[in-house]
């Protein structure tokens, strides 16, 4: 019921930012819990942030903790994800996903990716050292 559309791919060195943007159509993110994963060559896809449906509890990965940040404006329909302090090891296609909601404004966020619904495309982001 909700389309996501990545943008913000980049080459960027290492060291370097980089924000990727996640539009929603079709729907009002208000009702979702949101996410954010990547999948580089040869691994699998993996967990990388997360935001609960209030947009007031986060939870991120281990290796991107104090690095990257995500967050969310209702009014334009889009989740963020603000990567700093890049890192070689961070070059990806990154996914951005969404889960569906009953409640008004649940605290729960996820890390599974079979916890949600809808997916992105995928944008490449690539660190070169």
């Known amino acids: 019921q909700v389309q996501l559309v990545e943008s913000g791919a980049g080459l960027v060195q290492a060291g370097g930012s980089l924000k990727l943007s996640c539009a929603a159509s079709?729907?009002?993110?208000?009702?979702?819990?949101l996410g954010w994963f990547r999948q580089a060559p040869g691994k699998e896809r993996e967990f990388v942030a997360a935001?609960?449906?209030?947009?007031?509890?986060?939870g991120y990965a281990d290796t991107v903790k104090g690095r990257f940040t995500i967050s969310k404006d209702n009014a334009k329909n889009t989740v963020y994800l603000q990567m700093n302090s890049l890192k070689p090891e961070d070059t990806a296609v990154y996914y951005c996903?969404?889960?569906?909601?009953?409640?008004?404004?649940?605290?729960?966020?996820?890390?599974?990716?079979?916890?949600?619904?809808?997916w992105g495309q995928g944008t490449q982001v690539t660190v070169s050292s």
């Open positions: 996903a969404a889960r569906s909601s009953a409640a008004i404004s649940s605290t729960v966020y996820y890390t599974s990716p079979t916890a949600y619904h809808y």
């Open positions: 935001l609960s449906q209030s947009g007031g509890r986060t």
């Open positions: 079709g729907r009002t993110i208000s009702t979702y819990a």
